[in-house]
């Protein structure tokens, strides 16, 4: 990302794990994607995803200047109960509390993303 005074490229790797690690094989009916664009206001965009039984995995790329990072999360986690809850009415509460988020370089890049294609 560049503006007139700098340049940045960060990425994240996040994990949102549910409510005692049950199993749930239906993380994919989320649109994580617009999901991650429209609640940080264009500030993050998904780069790849992985689903494993219980819990999820998101690779972020942030996309704006200002950006909130923990509140991206929340925002993800609270759209998708939401989402999942509707679906499934007896998955509630669905995540647990918090999160992983660890920043990525930009030459792991793509071996995040082959260890998140690994975890369906």
Same mark, same amino acid.
């Given at each position: 990302?560049?503006?007139?005074? !700098?340049?940045?490229?960060?990425?994240?790797?996040?994990?949102?794990? &549910?409510?005692?690690?049950?199993? /749930?094989?239906?993380?994919?009916?989320?649109?994580?994607? !617009? @999901?991650?664009?429209?609640? !940080?206001?264009?500030?993050?965009?998904?780069?790849?995803?992985?689903?494993?039984?219980?819990?999820?995995?998101?690779?972020?790329?942030? &996309?704006?200047?200002?950006?909130?990072?923990?509140?991206? @999360?929340?925002?993800?986690?609270?759209?998708?109960?939401? /989402? /999942?809850?509707?679906?499934?009415?007896?998955?509630?509460?669905?995540?647990?509390?918090? /999160?992983?988020?660890?920043?990525?370089?930009?030459? !792991?890049?793509?071996?995040?993303?082959?260890?998140?294609?690994?975890?369906?």
């Amino acid at each position: 990302m560049h503006n007139s005074h !700098s340049s940045f490229e960060l990425n994240f790797h996040l994990v949102f794990v &549910t409510k005692y690690r049950k199993k /749930f094989p239906y993380f994919y009916q989320f649109n994580w994607s !617009s @999901a991650c664009n429209k609640l !940080s206001d264009g500030g993050f965009q998904l780069v790849d995803i992985g689903f494993a039984k219980n819990h999820v995995h998101l690779l972020v790329i942030a &996309t704006g200047t200002e950006f909130n990072l923990a509140e991206l @999360a929340n925002r993800l986690k609270t759209e998708s109960s939401i /989402f /999942f809850k509707n679906l499934f009415p007896l998955a509630w509460p669905f995540w647990q509390v918090g /999160f992983f988020v660890a920043s990525v370089g930009k030459n !792991s890049v793509k071996r995040v993303s082959k260890y998140l294609s690994k975890q369906s």
